[in-house]
């Protein structure tokens, strides 16, 4: 599965009108791409059942770009498969 | 000095159609909106019927992010609000944005959206429960969003008062405006009861039609009436001062002339049966007009034995003999009951029946009751020059609200 496909998905869920090509790593979810703190929660949630995983609030609280969504995920995958 | 509060525009989502103008041919053509319920399987109830809003879609009127964090209540408010405010020609900008404010009701509010998240909660616990809800399920949230969507920047709040909610948001505005408080306030009343928790609910309380024919279901002041339909859908209207709608050269549709506001002090469902509050309430709606030019009276006509009684009753008691010479019909007939947004609708229809000189029909009238002995406008609609309209609502916990809508007269 790959992460980043997902996480486009899953900001897509909340917010459908997203353009494709706006949704780059470095992207700010709330300048950019219209994302809330809630709308953040929703796409957290998403992530969490779509790869099997708990994220902290704090992971979630730090995370400003599309960029730190993935990044956040990789690490929680590696931690996993290691 | 005092103002004078008129009404410049209103819009409507309703059983009978996407807007004012549809649903006003339907009124008048003396159609039922009343059918099988299709928004979710009712196989275990005891109750099948309902008033759906039907073919609406939210991003009709706004965009696809705002339908999907809000709850049905609160589109058909917002998109209801939307119509009002463009057919007012109203523009909200820098220069007036702080001078209309925003009052918008809801019996029930996000029912739906409580429902569906307390399933979450049970199946799949609390970190599942959508960060949505909240502003979803507040009875303010259409309130709300209209602001959001509009840029209106006056006074915005909600009001509840169960099925009088929608005829209290147009006499609290305007009052606001007559005291000088706000220019302008976009009122509405809006809710989404059909659903399979507020079916159960009014099912449970007895307060709904068993009719197994849908269309004949809701038939007010009917000997065989048993219950009310419940309905769905949302209404607006925008009131304002004569002073600003003049100098802004609005369209002016009627002036809103009178507001009264009682209670039971009685039961949490049933009214009181002399109608006695009722009746106050009708007398405060009419302390400064003629009650003699009184030509229409919107009922609440709710179609359940205990209201049409009490409602009967009040109208006597307001008016005496001549209670018998003035037409009162209830739509509820026909757009089964928008609880919130009933009084909204019942409001936008006295206007229409000022203006068109056409009075719509309470359908299904076929067997006289006694104890109903007014003249109801049975099963088709009529002429009527109509200079006064008073339109009733009355909720559940003995609340009882009665406007007055005038013609304006040009001057």
Known sequence: MNVFDEVKKALRKVNPGLDDNKMVSGALLKDDLDIDSLDLVEVAMTLEDVFSLTLQEDEVDNIKTVGDIVSLIEARLKVRSA | ?411
């Open chain 2, 1 to 411: 000095m005092l103002n004078r509060v008129v009404v410049a525009g209103y819009g409507a989502i309703t059983p009978l159609g996407l807007n004012a103008d549809d649903t006003w041919r339907n009124l008048v053509d003396g159609v039922s909106g009343v059918g099988y319920i299709s928004l979710f399987d009712t196989t275990d109830f005891k109750v099948k019927i309902g008033a759906e809003v039907k073919d609406f879609d939210p991003i009709d009127y706004f965009d696809a992010m705002t339908a999907r964090h809000t709850d049905r209540f609160a589109q058909f408010a917002l998109a209801a609000s939307l119509q009002a405010i463009e057919s007012a020609g109203l523009k909200i900008d820098g220069n007036n944005r702080y001078d209309v404010g925003i009052l918008v009701g809801s019996g029930v509010g996000g029912l739906d959206s409580v429902a569906k998240q307390l399933e979450t909660l049970s199946a799949r616990g609390p970190s599942r429960v959508s960060p949505y809800l909240v502003p979803m399920m507040i009875a303010d949230s259409a309130s709300a969003q209209v602001s959001i969507k509009t840029g209106i920047r006056g006074p915005n709040f909600s009001l509840i008062s169960a099925c009088a909610t929608g005829t209290d948001v147009i006499g609290m505005a305007y009052k606001m405006i007559k005291w000088g408080e706000v220019k302008v306030m976009v009122v509405g009343g809006a809710d989404a009861a059909v659903t399979p928790i507020g079916l159960a609910g009014f099912a449970q309380a007895g307060a709904l039609s068993r009719n197994s024919e849908p269309q004949k279901a809701s038939r007010p002041f009917d000997r065989e009436r048993d219950g009310f339909v419940v309905g769905e859908g949302g209404a607006a209207l925008i009131l304002e001062s004569l002073d600003c709608a003049r100098s802004r050269g609005a369209n002016i549709l009627a002036e809103v002339v009178g507001y009264g506001a009682t209670s039971d002090a009685f039961h949490v469902t049933a009214p009181l049966e002399n109608g006695e509050a009722a009746a106050r309430a009708i007398e405060l709606a009419l302390a400064e007009v003629d009650r003699d030019e009184v030509g229409y009276i919107n009922a609440h006509g709710t179609s359940t034995p205990l209201n049409d009684a009490s409602e009967t009753r009040a109208i006597k008691k307001a008016f005496g003999d001549k209670a018998y010479k003035i037409p009162v019909s209830s739509i509820k007939s026909m757009l089964g009951h928008m609880m919130g947004a009933a009084g909204t609708i019942e409001a936008i229809t006295c206007c229409q029946v000022i203006n068109k000189g056409i009075i719509p029909p309470t359908i299904n009238l076929e067997h006289p009751d006694p104890e109903c002995d007014l003249d109801y406008v049975p099963n088709a609609a009529r002429a009527g020059d109509v200079r006064i309209a008073l339109s009733n609502s009355f909720g559940f916990g003995g609340h009882n609200s009665v406007i007055a809508i005038s013609r304006y007269n040009g001057q």
